[in-house]
């Protein structure tokens, strides 16, 4: 296995995203398949506390996670790996590649890395999500009906949006922000996958984050894509048949052990 390193940089350049078959043309007519992986459990999502670029450990049942979805892809033939480079994906990544032979050559992203929470992070949640409401003028103690209201009125971006607004620091990011970053990220991976030798289905693994998987998927099946967080260590497959340009959503969020996800 050999390993490799990207910086962030990029969405500052890329105003503007591709549209889907623009990315799956970048295939060169090479048929591709995404086996892409939230992180496992970490203390963080079990304390509900906000989790973008910061980091927090792998819990117990997060080990046990990591063991279940690397048992499941271990008889799985892998080309590529591309994973954020936050701890927390770092470690859910080794922890598959552990189990493969052969063993894909790795490369750690920073433009894989969950959505970018500003001074927010590591706050709890729930502080967060009250702010967001009072912000839109609903009442607090109608939390989840306020969410869904507002959520209906300025879809997930003006959720995410409020989140950013309300973010003293000026780091957090917008919507915007985050779904260009998806885009780079995605272009990367369907390039490299591109120059893979050969005439065969490419297949690639790529360890993220909730959020941020979320953002890449409304990169290219906008019109299937969920506004929920998928499990921890669930598994989602995305594929693009040899000379298309259509992508399929052929499986979202499933996990290897119904009783560990979370």
């Known amino acids: 296995m050999t390993e490799g390193r990207h910086e962030a940089g990029g969405p500052a350049d ?3 995203q591709h549209l889907p078959e623009e990315l799956a043309a970048y295939a060169e007519g090479r048929a591709l398949r995404l086996r892409i992986v939230r992180h496992a459990e970490t203390e963080h999502n079990i304390n509900h506390l906000m989790q973008g670029w910061s980091d927090s450990p ?3 049942r997060g080990r046990d996670q990591i063991a279940a979805v ?8 892998f080309d590529l790996a591309f994973s954020s480079d936050l701890q927390r994906t770092r470690t859910t990544a080794e922890g598959i590649l552990a189990r493969l032979d052969p063993q894909p050559s790795i490369t750690y992203d920073e ?3 969950e959505w970018h929470f500003g001074s927010h992070e590591e706050r709890p949640a729930a502080d967060v999500w009250r702010e967001v409401i009072v912000e839109h003028g609903f009442e607090v103690d109608r939390e989840l ?3 869904r209201s507002i959520g209906e009125q300025v879809g997930w971006r003006g959720l995410f949006d409020t989140i950013a607004q309300l973010d003293a620091s000026g780091q957090a990011e917008q919507a915007a922000e985050t779904v260009v970053r998806a885009d780079v990220a995605l272009e990367r991976i369907v390039r490299a996958a591109s120059a893979v030798p050969g005439d065969d289905e490419v297949q690639v693994l790529v360890v993220s984050h909730g959020g941020f998987i ?3 998927l409304r990169q ?3 019109e299937l894509t969920p506004d929920m967080i998928l ?3 669930s598994v989602t497959t995305i594929s693009l048949p040899a000379r298309t340009l259509v992508w399929r959503l052929d499986g979202l969020g499933e996990t290897a052990d119904a009783s560990i996800a979370r």
């Not at 690397?70 to 033939?77: G, K, M, P, V, Y």
């Open 14 to 16: 890329r105003p503007e």
């Open 214 to 216: 979320t953002s890449m």
């Open 231 to 233: 499990p921890n260590c």
């Open 220 to 222: 290219l099946v906008p």
């Open 145 to 147: 009906s306020a969410l």
């Open 111 to 113: 433009v894989l890395r």
């Open 70 to 77: 690397a048992d499941r892809l271990s008889s799985e033939r």
């Open 58 to 60: 792998i819990t117990e």
